[in-house]
T-cell receptor, first 107, second 116 residues
Framework: TQLLEQSPQFLSIQEGENLTVYCNSS?????LQWYRQEPGEGPVLLVT?????EVKKLKRLTFQFGDARKDSSLHITAAQPGDTGLYLC???????FGAGTQVVVTP | GAVVSQHPSWVICKSGTSVKIECRSL??????MFWYRQFPKQSLMLMAT?????????EQGVEKDKFLINHASLTLSTLTVTSAHPEDSSFYIC????????????FGPGTRLTVL
């Protein structure tokens, strides 16, 4: 089983601040996905990273895939209250999930 | 595109009864669907892989006789929680991937099951 470790588990910041969430593994992944989940809803796919060293941007969100394809990060610039949610990384053929990072952005 | 629906969105049942949850891919065909369980403030735990036209593959520790999965068509998979007990109360989520791709999954909105 390929394990994904996310850090931090919880992040509370003020509106306008930046934040970074990490997803690490000792295994190599052919791709990693990032999802955001809000209470009572299913996860929503944000991005899939495939190539080592790849950087993808989605408005204020920047996703990076490590050169060795063992880790990934999500950086949010100038966070807004609408960014509040549970951020999950996932990978592997059976799509194993990390434990998630709960992000809370207060006005 | 790539919309997955679940029904019901929430259900409350008495202990000992069975509950069926449906997962549908609305605008694409899915030969494989996945069922997850999520406890409050925790991540998703894969329960089983549902394969169209064949038996589901269950993850270690998941009772196949407790959680019956049927994937009768390319757009529908069902999860039946048999003889439900309060400890089965959870948020159940299904997902489906585009044909030939399991690395990108589209998730349903989830079903909240409460067993009294």
């Amino acid at each position: 089983t390929q394990l994904l470790e996310q850090s931090p588990q919880f992040l509370s910041i003020q509106e306008g601040e930046n934040l970074t969430v990490y997803c690490n593994s000792s295994s190599v992944f052919s791709s990693l996905q990032w999802y955001r989940q809000e209470p009572g809803e299913g996860p929503v796919l944000l991005v899939t990273v495939v190539t080592g060293g790849e950087v993808k941007k989605l408005k204020r969100l920047t996703f990076q895939f490590g050169d060795a394809r063992k880790d990934s990060s999500l950086h949010i610039t100038a966070a807004q209250p609408g960014d509040t949610g549970l951020y999950l990384c996932a990978g592997g053929g059976k799509l194993q999930f990390g434990a998630g990072t709960q992000v809370v952005v207060t006005p | 595109g790539a919309v997955v629906s679940q029904h019901p969105s929430w259900v409350i049942c008495k202990s000992g009864t069975s509950v069926k949850i449906e997962c549908r891919s609305l605008d694409f065909q899915a030969t494989t669907m996945f069922w997850y369980r999520q406890f409050p403030k925790q991540s998703l735990m894969l329960m089983a892989t549902s394969n169209e036209g064949s038996k589901a593959t269950y993850e270690q520790g998941v009772e196949k006789d407790k959680f019956l999965i049927n994937h009768a068509s390319l757009t529908l998979s069902t999860l039946t929680v048999t003889s439900a007990h309060p400890e089965d109360s959870s948020f159940y989520i299904c997902s489906a991937g585009l044909a030939g791709r399991t690395d990108t999954q589209y998730f349903g909105p989830g079903t909240r099951l409460t067993v009294l």
